[in-house]
């Protein structure tokens, strides 16, 4: 999935100007970044980011985007937050209810300080990945520019032994669908974790030592964990593609429940079973954040190729239809990324409808996930527009908020729009050696062809909507599937 013009020897396509530039382009491409105050620097590899941002969601996916890019070896994350100031006594209430009302941190034994726009939080928590699911929640409160974390790890009563968890992280990364490397060595010593060998981006790299903590180390040692290129080589990752047996697959999903604090405490209510790689999860849980979670930790399993989410959500405690309706659009005005827009928000039985105008598909899914990850919500209708001024011309670029999105037809042509979807799939470490093809007719594109995994699939289809498509056919099909 070369661009027409990439006639240069790899090493020079991925000299370090050419990373800067694929860089600053998804800066501008990609929404919740504030590109024109990030300034990208790239030395063999290593991006360094400076320069400020409008908050800590956005300070990551800067860093996420950059990671995700070809070439890019680490990333130095310097960005400031430069968040508008929200009183103290403001912040700390959102902050308290981000946490009350998500499904999972609600029970947590967590306790919040606030000043100056630094979020203090302290208490305990039973494992790293809770630790992690907290400090999310209030990464995406707005207004929130510094979290100090004094979390403690209490864990379970029993103490896994080295060898132990040196087995689970094998399990794990060999069952993990996001890390494709087979060149990546595990052993621990007294609870400390050393992994060494290669991976293929850095965002690679930062889920190899995820997956380490997730399985009990007190402390990972990286030092000898490397990224090259060369790793991204598909001949080294066959072995992920390797035929697996469906029950096999079924205990690999059930396993990764049991390490997702968002799925874990709703998890026995839960059934999976697969055939011919096709996962089938059944039963009843109590949030529908839980039955999302469970829908992507099953997808992220090796050997899945599709996943059919047949869970029933049934709220423990069911809540009155006008309490969750406050709390979503209490949950909406202050999440970091869509709290600017002003939406309509109806909630009947639990399901909630979703109704306004956003300026990406990001937004509108971003929407439609802090609805789901409300306390109470069973279902949730995205019924969202996107209205994306810069795709439109000049002349309705200032379209204000109330406004109802007006389509022309001058909308950019076809080629443009396919040279800047070629251009962002080849500088994809994930995608750029895809058997992607692409047709595009009056901004609607069509995905054929094959990919290595749903999380590709999804990939290339969000990338589709960042460039500027109106519409997605995504009829992609997964390497090794029927």
Partial sequence: MNPSSATLAPEERLADADITAAIELLFRMKKGVSAHFIHVATDRGLVKLTGSTTSLLSRERAEEIAKAVRGVRGVINELLVRTPVVPDADLLSNVEKALAQDPATADYNVRCFVH??????????????????????????????????????????????????????????????RVKSTLVTVRTDHGVVHVAGTVGTAAERDHVLAVAYMAGATRVEARDLFVAYWALDKELRNQKFASKADEDIAQAIRDMFGYDPRVRAFEPGAHVSVHDGVATLSGVVSSLAA??????DAANVV???????????????????????????????????VGHYGFTVNVSNGKAQLYGTVHSHSDQERAEDVAAGVNGVIEVDNHLQVFAAEHF?????????????????????????????????????????????????????TLTGTVDSLIDRKTAATEAYACGARDVNNHLHLRGAA
């Fill in 116 to 177: 100056d726009g630094t979020v203090l939080t302290e208490g305990t928590v039973q494992s790293w990945a809770e630790q992690q699911l907290v400090l999310q929640v209030l990464k995406s409160v707005h207004g929130v520019r510094q979290i100090e974390n004094r979390l403690h790890i209490r864990g379970g009563e029993l103490t896994n032994s080295d060898d132990e968890i040196t087995a689970q992280i094998r399990a794990l990364l060999e069952w993990d669908i």
């Fill in 291 to 296: 039955k999302r979670a469970a829908g992507e």
């Fill in 303 to 337: 050997g899945v190729f599709d996943v059919r989410n047949l869970l029933q959500v049934r709220a423990y405690y069911p809540s009155p239809d006008a309490a969750i309706q406050r709390n979503i659009k209490a949950a909406l005005a202050r999440d970091a990324f």
């Fill in 393 to 445: 011309t000049p002349a309705v670029a200032a379209i204000g908020e109330g406004d109802v999105p007006i389509h022309l037809e001058n909308i950019e042509p076809d080629h443009v729009l396919e040279k800047r979807l070629r251009n962002h799939y080849y500088w994809s470490a994930r995608l750029h050696d895809q058997d992607i093809n692409l047709l595009i007719r009056d901004g609607r594109v």
